[in-house]
């Protein structure tokens, strides 16, 4: 079957550096993506691999093995703001996404 | 207005009421779907449409049924809900190319009360 894990919740302190872990079982595979939602709001798109290795933008950045069917995304310099939940999604080559249940970040200062 | 936007943003409903949710997206995209968002579960696809065709149809009860007017307008009915339907339902667009995926923008999602 299709399966996403990440862990549900993770705290961190702020200037910290914290690393969200995202193992995959699909079908098939097509990319990764990960996804910020801020309680109450959208998901917004933060990253995307398709390829092995890190893929860095500013304070994040993502990791992706597609033989471990292993992800992370790493977020730097922690800020009170990155307090959110972060979904990862995997693109099954099947038309459509395969989200996992979303890892809740908790900064503290 | 830009981006994605949903309407209702909160709606509480009986079991036997009938009502529809409402997206829209202003990016030009050519595929729409919708989604339920439950507490901690991971995002349920329930409809996705391309080029106003629907393409999947995730075994949603026949209780939720869309309808997709013109690529930028996006709807869902409901009747006779149940109270397990209770959930966060989002809208998303994206600039799909055949056999791919790309980044999905969302809507800030309606917040459904089934009592």
């Known amino acids: 079957g299709q399966n996403i894990d990440q862990p549900t919740e993770m705290t961190a302190t702020e200037g910290a550096i914290v690393q969200i872990n995202c193992t995959y079982q699909t079908s098939g595979f097509n990319g990764l993506f990960w996804y910020q939602q801020h309680a109450g709001e959208a998901p917004t798109f933060l990253s995307y691999?398709?390829l092995d290795g890190l893929e860095e933008k500013g304070r994040f950045s993502s990791f992706l093995s597609r033989s471990k069917g292993y992800s992370y995304l790493l977020l730097k310099e922690l800020q009170m703001k990155d307090s959110a939940s972060y979904l990862c999604?995997?693109?099954?080559?099947?038309?459509?996404?395969?989200w996992g249940a979303g890892t809740k970040l908790i900064i503290k200062p | 207005e830009t981006g994605v936007t949903q309407t209702p943003r909160h709606l509480v409903m009986g079991m036997t009421n009938k009502k529809s949710l409402k997206c829209e997206q202003h990016l030009g995209h050519n595929a729409m779907y919708w989604y339920k968002q439950s507490a901690k579960k991971p995002l349920e696809l329930m409809f996705v449409?391309?080029?106003?065709?629907?393409?999947e149809n995730n075994s949603v009860p026949s209780r939720f049924s869309p309808e997709c007017p013109n690529s930028s307008h996006l709807f869902l009915h409901l009747h006779t809900l149940q109270p397990e339907d209770s959930a966060l339902y989002l809208c998303a667009s994206s600039q799909e190319p055949p056999g791919q995926v790309y980044e999905q923008y969302f809507g800030p999602g309606t917040r459904l009360t089934v009592t």
């Open positions: 999604a995997v693109d099954d080559s099947n038309y459509q996404l395969i």
């Open positions: 449409y391309n080029f106003k065709e629907q393409t």
């Open positions: 691999n398709v």
